[in-house]
């Protein structure tokens, strides 16, 4: 069984003292939950990650500012190259945040036509004005569940989704849904983090650990790898490429954590601070994610991959 070190368990003593453990592992994640954290952060995002709306972790390995902004473009520069390689026409991106992706790949490629959908109507609204600004008429930009969208089957050459597939209630529903919207051969391109270790083999406080950066994130329960990949499979998706991108989003979820670490280094403090509303809970709990991270995949709990699967099977 892997043994959580002595310094995560000093946090999570003192995140016990702001918040409590108990009540933060008991919080139930629902569609609403997910709509609210995201309300709540999306003004923190684009003052401390990205000005340009940026939602993702950059791959990168090196912890400069320059690294960072750069390394938030290779997620939609790989997009556009496959987009160009396999002569794609019409795109959806599940879970678009602010935008960001798709109104890069919409720019650069007017002659494909783009569909964004995101389950958080402030997200939308915040897109469809950048859209319109940019005069983007190959871009679409649509509140929705990516569990039941309006679409008709095989509407899409090419769906891609950015670390929001996390974000699932039932991953063999969002796979199946993605399935239906995918043409005969196409494409299906995913970034997002998995459980790699199951709990039977954590102790304790790693299993807390693993439950409160859930819940900091909105995610319910990060799909164990093994299982998605087999659902995937198992529905008529065929794994064309996977790489493991853990190390490469390590240096940023380090500079993370030393913020997270800074705002309880004194608990009792921020938590007297939070009572006198003067610091924002959803940016304080968002933190608590910024401590426990590299913890996690450091100790390989937590994996980031990215996979490239194509539709095989017309019956599932």
């Given at each position: 069984?892997?043994?959580?070190?002595?310094?995560?368990?000093?946090?999570?003593?003192?995140?016990?003292?702001?918040?409590?453990?108990?009540?933060?592992?008991?919080?139930?994640?629902?569609?609403?939950?997910?709509?609210?954290?995201?309300?709540?952060?999306?003004?923190?995002?684009?003052?401390?990650?990205?000005?340009?709306?940026?939602?993702?972790?950059?791959?990168?390995?090196?912890?400069?500012?320059?690294?960072?902004?750069?390394?938030?473009?290779?997620?939609?520069?790989?997009?556009?190259?496959?987009?160009?390689?396999?002569?794609?026409?019409?795109?959806?991106?599940?879970?678009?945040?602010?935008?960001?992706?798709?109104?890069?790949?919409?720019?650069?490629?007017?002659?494909?036509?783009?569909?964004?959908?995101?389950?958080?109507?402030?997200?939308?609204?915040?897109?469809?004005?950048?859209?319109?600004?940019?005069?983007?008429?190959?871009?679409?930009?649509?509140?929705?569940?990516?569990?039941?969208?309006?679409?008709?089957?095989?509407?899409?050459?090419?769906?891609?989704?950015?670390?929001?597939?996390?974000?699932?209630?039932?991953?063999?529903?969002?796979?199946?849904?993605?399935?239906?919207?995918?043409?005969?051969?196409?494409?299906?391109?995913?970034?997002?983090?998995?459980?790699?270790?199951?709990?039977?083999?954590?102790?304790?406080?790693?299993?807390?650990?693993?439950?409160?950066?859930?819940?900091?994130?909105?995610?319910?329960?990060?799909?164990?790898?093994?299982?998605?990949?087999?659902?995937?499979?198992?529905?008529?998706?065929?794994?064309?490429?996977?790489?493991?991108?853990?190390?490469?989003?390590?240096?940023?979820?380090?500079?993370f954590q030393e913020g997270g670490m800074k705002v309880f280094q004194y608990p009792l403090l921020t938590k007297l601070l939070l009572q006198l509303r003067l610091f924002p809970t959803a940016?304080?709990?968002?933190?608590?994610?910024?401590?426990?991270?590299?913890?996690?995949?450091?100790?390989?709990?937590?994996?980031?991959?990215?996979?490239?699967?194509?539709?095989?099977?017309?019956?599932?």
């Amino acid at each position: 069984m892997l043994s959580a070190p002595l310094s995560l368990r000093n946090y999570l003593e003192k995140i016990d003292q702001v918040f409590g453990l108990q009540q933060l592992k008991t919080t139930e994640v629902t569609h609403q939950f997910t709509q609210e954290y995201y309300r709540e952060t999306g003004k923190y995002y684009r003052w401390l990650h990205s000005p340009d709306g940026a939602m993702h972790f950059p791959l990168h390995t090196n912890p400069s500012r320059k690294a960072h902004r750069e390394g938030l473009y290779r997620h939609p520069l790989s997009i556009l190259s496959f987009i160009k390689k396999h002569s794609i026409k019409e795109v959806l991106e599940l879970g678009c945040g602010q935008g960001f992706n798709s109104l890069f790949l919409a720019e650069h490629l007017p002659a494909v036509r783009f569909t964004a959908i995101d389950l958080t109507p402030a997200n939308i609204e915040r897109a469809q004005a950048k859209a319109r600004a940019k005069n983007l008429v190959n871009l679409e930009f649509r509140q929705g569940d990516f569990n039941a969208l309006p679409y008709p089957d095989a509407q899409f050459d090419f769906i891609f989704a950015i670390e929001c597939l996390c974000h699932s209630q039932d991953h063999s529903q969002t796979l199946c849904e993605i399935y239906r919207l995918l043409a005969s051969r196409g494409y299906l391109l995913v970034y997002d983090g998995y459980q790699e270790k199951p709990n039977e083999q954590l102790d304790l406080d790693w299993q807390l650990a693993n439950e409160i950066f859930s819940v900091a994130f909105a995610v319910k329960q990060f799909a164990p790898w093994p299982e998605w990949h087999q659902i995937a499979c198992r529905i008529g998706l065929e794994m064309l490429e996977e790489v493991d991108y853990s190390q490469a989003i390590l240096p940023n979820l380090q500079r993370f954590q030393e913020g997270g670490m800074k705002v309880f280094q004194y608990p009792l403090l921020t938590k007297l601070l939070l009572q006198l509303r003067l610091f924002p809970t959803a940016l304080i709990k968002h933190s608590i994610a910024g401590i426990v991270a590299p913890f996690l995949m450091e100790a390989g709990i937590i994996g980031y991959h990215k996979t490239v699967m194509r539709k095989v099977s017309e019956s599932h």
